[in-house]
Nanobody
């Protein structure tokens, strides 16, 4: 499956952004989808994940209550709504896909998008 992320940009602290990730190539609804991020000089970290049906969602503690992951299987798209953004949220955000079960370890995801840069100014 091929993934294309978009929606990043520059935003002031306290602002909002909505990221999108469009999938193509295989049946989107077969895949668990995740969002990860990587800040300069840091390892890639888990942000959020959603089950294939959309009925279950999971978040890193650092974004819980501020970010919302959702998906539209009819549009082959997963979203990440980011509110109350902080400078610490600055990173390249990646969407990723894997089969069957939700995981937070990026090494367990099989397919990756190219990343979209989110910059939060203070």
């Amino acid at each position: 499956v091929q993934l294309q992320a978009s929606g990043g940009g520059l935003v002031q602290a306290g602002g909002s952004l909505k990221l999108s990730c469009v999938a193509s190539g295989r049946t989107f609804s077969n895949y668990v989808m995740g969002w990860f991020r990587q800040a300069p000089g840091k390892e890639r970290e888990f942000v959020a994940a959603i089950s294939w049906s959309g009925s279950s969602t999971y978040y890193a503690d650092s974004v819980k209550g501020r970010f919302t992951i959702s998906r539209d299987n009819a549009k082959n798209t997963v979203y990440l709504q980011m509110n109350s953004l902080k400078p610490d949220d600055t990173a390249v955000y990646y969407c990723a896909a894997r089969t069957i079960t939700v995981r937070s370890d990026p090494s367990e995801y099989h397919y990756w998008g190219q990343g979209t840069l989110v910059t939060v100014s203070s």
